[in-house]
């Protein structure tokens, strides 16, 4: 299966260009099973290949992330937190299930908006952390501001990465993974120790 998927995700990306980086991260937030751990390394990887630019590559995948989490921001908003786990608990509902609704909403309440930015950096949750987001009609500044921070460190990461290992840029989940869970780790505590401090002060 994943075989299958990188090819495909392959033949996207070198049809469309950084663009196609760019659409595949967008899907990415409504389709979790289009993984950016293997979309972004692929453009990290064509970029050191002289195909693409990676500057453009980092651009299209950090707007395109911004374009699919807005969707999810402007859904929650529309249908509110009542719809949307009624509608998640319906199989063919393929944004979330009730579980990942109840496990949003639980990180949005224990970390404030804060969550928006770090949940930017873990897998599966950066494709459903919007909702909550839009459910509590979070201000749209600031929503826009800690999605995209927490979007372009993501994406330069992995596209870093793949630039770097080049044609072994399938192996970047393997290097970054455990980086980036440490990583999550340190901003998680940290976010909890602001948060302890301000109930406190």
């Known amino acids: 299966m994943v075989i299958r998927l990188s090819d495909w995700i392959s033949s ?3 049809a469309l260009g950084p663009a196609g980086v760019g659409v595949l991260v967008a899907l990415e937030n409504i389709i979790p099973p289009i ?12 970029a050191r290949e002289g195909t693409m630019n990676v500057f453009l590559v980092w651009l299209c995948a950090t707007v395109g992330a911004y374009v699919g989490a807005l969707a999810l921001y402007w859904l929650g908003a529309w249908l509110g937190y009542d719809r949307v786990y009624c509608l ?7 944004l979330a299930s009730q579980k990942d609704i109840e496990r949003g909403s639980a990180l949005f309440d224990r970390y404030g908006s804060w969550v928006i930015a770090l949940g930017r ?3 599966v949750v950066r494709s459903i952390v919007s909702l909550p987001a839009g459910m509590r009609r979070m201000p749209m500044v600031r ?3 800690l999605t995209l921070s927490g979007t372009a460190v993501w994406n330069a990461a992995f596209i870093g ?7 072994r840029w399938k192996q970047v989940d ?7 869970l440490v990583v999550v ?17």
Do not use: N, Q, T
């Open 174 to 180: 393997h290097y970054m993974g455990p980086v980036s």
């Open 185 to 201: 780790g340190f901003l998680l505590v940290g976010a909890g120790v602001l948060a302890w401090r301000r109930r406190h002060d």
């Open 143 to 145: 929503f826009s501001v």
């Open 161 to 167: 990465a793949g630039w770097a290992l080049a044609e």
């Open 12 to 14: 996207v990306i070198d």
């Open 88 to 94: 998640a608990g319906h199989k063919r509902f393929i």
């Open 121 to 123: 950096c873990v897998p």
């Open 35 to 46: 993984p950016s751990e293997l979309v972004l390394p692929l453009g990290g990887f064509r």
